[in-house]
Each structure stands twice: as C-alpha cells, then as structure tokens.
C-alpha cells in the first residue's frame, strides 16, 4: 500500500488507530503483544509527509529493562539496524529509556520506565 492511501485509510478509514497499525505493520502487533510491556499505551500519532510515527509508552518488565534494545531485537520487533536509544534518563524513580525504531514508512518512538515505576494517579 503507498503512503499516501495508509495515510487516507489512517485518518478515515473505519478501524481505530491501533488496529489500523497492528494489520499495516506487522512489527507493531509483535511490539503491542509483548507481555513485557506491561500498560503499553500509544500516546501520539503523527501523519507527515514521508512517514507515519506513533509514540508509546509502557513499564517494563524486569526481564526487559535496561537491556532494551538487545531483548526487543531479539523479540523480534526490530533490527539492530533500525533501532536507536534516544533517550536515557537514569537515576530517580522516573527512570526511562526512550527507544525508536522504524521499518519502511513507520517510525516508532517508545517511553520504557524502570520496572519499578508506578505512575501518578
């Protein structure tokens, strides 16, 4: 499908967004499905001109965390290739590792807290 129909069907089509994404790109059902992300929430969506983006955010799961982008390579969500840690911000509770990854007309922006974060209410 060209970019300028996903993007058509994205903003009109009938499916909601995550749906959308989960049947136009198979590394976002993959990422979506992983019980290591514990609350994974798509937070933003972006439609420009050469790409779709979607950020999310989650928990991690002990299993996962610090090693994010060794463990969501070998979960199969992406490639060594496609993969960039953008963001570390170490040191108090809040911790996080922001990670993005991108295949072919999406860019996936993710917010991993530290496994022992809890969010305030």
Same mark, same amino acid.
């Given at each position: 499908? &060209?970019? %300028?129909? /996903? &993007?058509? %069907?994205?903003?009109?089509?009938?499916?909601?967004?995550?749906?959308?994404?989960?049947?136009?790109?198979?590394?976002?059902?993959? /990422? %979506?499905?992983?019980?290591?992300?514990?609350?994974?929430?798509?937070?933003? *969506?972006?439609?420009? &001109?050469?790409?779709?983006?979607?950020?999310?955010?989650?928990?991690?799961?002990? %299993? *996962? @965390?610090?090693? =994010?982008?060794?463990?969501? =390579?070998?979960?199969? *969500?992406?490639? &060594?290739?496609?993969?960039?840690?953008? !963001? *570390?911000?170490?040191?108090?509770?809040?911790? @996080?590792?922001? =990670?993005?990854?991108? /295949?072919? !007309?999406?860019?996936?922006?993710? !917010?991993? @807290?530290?496994?022992? @974060?809890?969010?305030?209410?």
């Amino acid at each position: 499908m &060209k970019l %300028e129909q /996903l &993007k058509y %069907e994205l903003l009109n089509g009938k499916k909601n967004v995550r749906q959308f994404l989960r049947d136009n790109f198979p590394f976002i059902e993959r /990422l %979506e499905s992983l019980d290591s992300l514990k609350d994974l929430k798509l937070t933003g *969506i972006s439609v420009d &001109k050469g790409f779709i983006g979607a950020e999310y955010e989650a928990t991690a799961a002990p %299993e *996962i @965390y610090p090693h =994010v982008k060794k463990n969501l =390579v070998a979960a199969g *969500i992406t490639n &060594k290739n496609n993969f960039i840690t953008y !963001k *570390i911000d170490k040191g108090n509770f809040s911790e @996080y590792i922001g =990670v993005r990854f991108h /295949l072919s !007309k999406i860019i996936a922006d993710l !917010k991993l @807290y530290n496994p022992h @974060y809890k969010p305030e209410n």
